[in-house]
T-cell receptor, first 115, second 113 residues
Framework: DTEVTQTPKHLVMGMTNKKSLKCEQHMGHRAMYWYKQKAKKPPELMFV???????INESVPSRFSPECPNSSLLNLHLHALQPEDSALYLCASSQASPWGKETQYFGPGTRLLVL | DAKTTQPPSMDCAEGRAANLPCNHS???????VYWYRQIHSQGPQYIIHGLKNNETNEMASLIITEDRKSSTLILPHATLRDTAVYYCIVRVGSGGSNYKLTFGKGTLLTVNP
């Protein structure tokens, strides 16, 4: 089983709203990732968590705040977003260290629209 | 990571084999070739990966040339559900920035009835 789940599937929010995206995996994976995909573009890495600690932040603006409450769950808290932040947000996980050759498995994504 | 070059689009008839090429002429000895696909508005799906030898799984086969400068993903009997963008990604085996999958533009494969 290589399932990563993400909720919600779709989200519409205003620029003053606070919302959260949720990602869950029950494969025992210890590395989890957030990617962002703008329309007609390939996915781009945002954050990497390794063993529940933030390991990589790809210079993402502070209006995006990741959180890893436990080894199965990854959240992305959103605050004061801009319309250009509208995108498909993808979560992925891999078995162990992000620096190994383990395969990353992706969830279905949350499609976010910022008005 | 080595850059990859893929054709922007390809067509394939349903039931026929789909052969998707990828050039990675600057690949290093410790870099793997990964293939993912992304069906419209869904998350990328892992297909297969390899280092030197040809690989096969239930989804596809990966043929890597002896000099490792190019590879071909083969879907043996394409179906309409295989219509997707296929990404060829070269990734170092450990260390460096291998935590990051660097997606290129990929190939849009359209399977026609």
């Amino acid at each position: 089983d290589t399932e990563v789940t993400q909720t919600p599937k779709h989200l519409v929010m205003g620029m003053t709203n606070k919302k959260s995206l949720k990602c869950e995996q029950h494969m025992g994976h210890r590395a989890m990732y957030w990617y962002k995909q703008k329309a007609k573009k390939p996915p781009e890495l945002m954050f990497v968590y390794s063993y529940e600690k933030l390991s990589i932040n790809e210079s993402v603006p502070s209006r995006f705040s990741p959180e890893c409450p436990n080894s199965s769950l990854l959240n992305l808290h959103l605050h004061a977003l801009q319309p250009e932040d509208s995108a498909l947000y993808l979560c992925a996980s891999s078995q162990a260290s992000p620096w190994g050759k383990e395969t990353q498995y992706f969830g279905p994504g949350t499609r976010l629209l910022v008005l | 990571d080595a850059k990859t070059t893929q054709p922007p689009s390809m067509d394939c008839a349903e039931g026929r084999a789909a052969n998707l090429p990828c050039n990675h002429s600057t690949i290093s000895g410790n870099e793997y070739v990964y293939w993912y696909r992304q069906i419209h508005s869904q998350g990328p799906q892992y297909i297969i990966h390899g280092l030197k030898n040809n690989e096969t799984n239930e989804m596809a086969s990966l043929i890597i040339t002896e000099d490792r400068k190019s590879s071909t993903l083969i879907l043996p009997h394409a179906t309409l559900r295989d219509t997707a963008v296929y990404y060829c990604i070269v990734r170092v085996g450990s260390g460096g920035s291998n935590y990051k999958l660097t997606f290129g533009k990929g190939t849009l494969l359209t399977v026609n009835p």
